[in-house]
Nanobody
Framework: QVQLVESGGGSVQAGGSLRLSCVASQNTFSKTAMGWYRQAPGKQRELLATAPRGSDRHYTDAMKDRITVSKDTAKNSMFQQMRNLKPKDAAVYYC????????WGQGTQVIVSS
């Protein structure tokens, strides 16, 4: 079973930036489409972006134009650069596959103060 570890979250002021990282225990980023998700308190987990096996990227409307996803398949890693953060972006951020979901990691918490 693939294990996923997210990191890079923290507390920032509105307008700030963060770079999140996701490391997988196996070589998954070159084999299956992976995505970034987030879950805010009291809300359902939502998909933010997908990174298929190639170089394509797809962003949902949730944070479109404010995030950029990249991968380093040699290091079993995926990254999400977030900019112009808003208080509504406060959530726990996760990475996971898009189709066959692996076990969820602990996520990384993002706090945005106004």
């Amino acid at each position: 079973q693939v294990q996923l570890v997210e990191s890079g979250g923290g507390s920032v002021q509105a307008g700030g930036s963060l770079r999140l990282s996701c490391v997988a225990s196996q070589n998954t980023f070159s084999k299956t489409a992976m995505g970034w998700y987030r879950q805010a308190p009291g809300k359902q987990r939502e998909l933010l972006a997908t990174a298929p096996r190639g170089s394509d990227r797809h962003y949902t409307d949730a944070m479109k134009d404010r995030i950029t996803v990249s991968k380093d398949t040699a290091k079993n890693s995926m990254f999400q650069q977030m900019r112009n953060l808003k208080p509504k972006d406060a959530a726990v951020y996760y990475c996971n596959a898009v189709s066959t979901i692996y076990s969820w990691g602990q996520g990384t918490q993002v706090i945005v103060s106004s």
